[in-house]
């Protein structure tokens, strides 16, 4: 069975720096194929595609956001983390991380996110 | 690159027949996965590759993708159902996935 959690700070000052990191278990992230999607959901509006890290290190990133994310692994860990800079207001919302497969492009399981506030 | 198009809402009564579209250049030629997204809930795929259900996922929900349109087939509609519909899919022009803008289902 695949388990994602989100972890981070629920409230961060604008022009600060967010990283948080998805803990996932069921599956490994040094297997072809298996990669891990960032996505988020700000408050009443739609979801967001944000970053993704394969199995072999490649990384995606939204064309929108990609000079302020960056995406790493610590596959013995089973963590994956999502550092974004810069941030406003807009970026409130919950965030959330999925298991990604890469032949397929589907996001399967999901782990239940975390809320961010960017407020001073 | 490929962008999806859903339509903002959707409304039917309990027991009809809920079709929620998504829209893309070409859709028909990628494939098209159905999220089920409730309020303070992890977002929950309902439909992977155009019209395979993911184990737990009632038979009453089905999917189709042809051409430039996918849609959602939600088949004796309950209260249950009520909740945001989103598409996704790989666009082949950028090599990154893609999101919908997501569809609110009303069960009247």
């Known amino acids: 069975q695949i388990n994602l959690r989100e972890s981070g700070p629920a409230l961060v000052k604008p022009t600060q720096t967010l990283t948080l990191t998805c803990t996932f278990s069921?599956?490994?992230?040094?297997?072809?194929?298996?990669?891990v999607s960032w996505v988020r959901q700000p408050p009443g509006k739609a979801l967001e595609w944000l970053a993704l890290?394969?199995?072999?290190?490649?990384?995606r990133y939204s064309p929108s956001l990609r000079s302020r994310l960056n995406i790493t692994k610590d596959t013995s860990k089973s963590q994956v983390f999502l550092t974004l800079t810069d941030l406003g207001p807009v970026d409130t919302a919950t965030y959330f991380c999925?298991?990604?497969?890469?032949?397929?492009?589907?996001?399967?399981?999901w782990g239940q996110g975390t809320l961010v506030t960017v407020s001073s | 690159s490929l962008v999806l198009t859903q339509p903002p809402s959707v409304s039917v009564a309990p027991g009809e027949t809920a079709r929620i579209s998504c829209g893309g250049n070409?859709?028909?030629?990628?494939?098209v996965h159905w999220y089920q997204k409730r309020p303070g809930q992890a977002p929950l795929m309902v439909m992977y590759?155009?019209?395979d259900r993911p184990s737990g996922i009632p038979e009453r929900f089905s999917g189709s993708n042809s051409a430039n349109t996918a849609t959602l087939t939600i088949s004796r509609v309950e209260a249950g159902d009520e909740a945001d519909y989103y598409c996704?899919?790989?666009?082949?022009?950028?090599?990154?996935?893609?999101f919908g803008g997501g569809t609110k289902l009303t069960v009247l």
């Open positions: 999925a298991h990604y497969d890469y032949h397929t492009s589907e996001m399967a399981s």
């Open positions: 069921g599956f490994s992230l040094g297997s072809s194929g298996v990669g």
């Open positions: 890290i394969y199995w072999d290190d490649d990384t």
């Open positions: 070409n859709i028909g030629s990628v494939g």
């Open positions: 590759y155009d019209s």
């Open positions: 996704q899919a790989w666009d082949t022009s950028s090599d990154l996935p893609v």
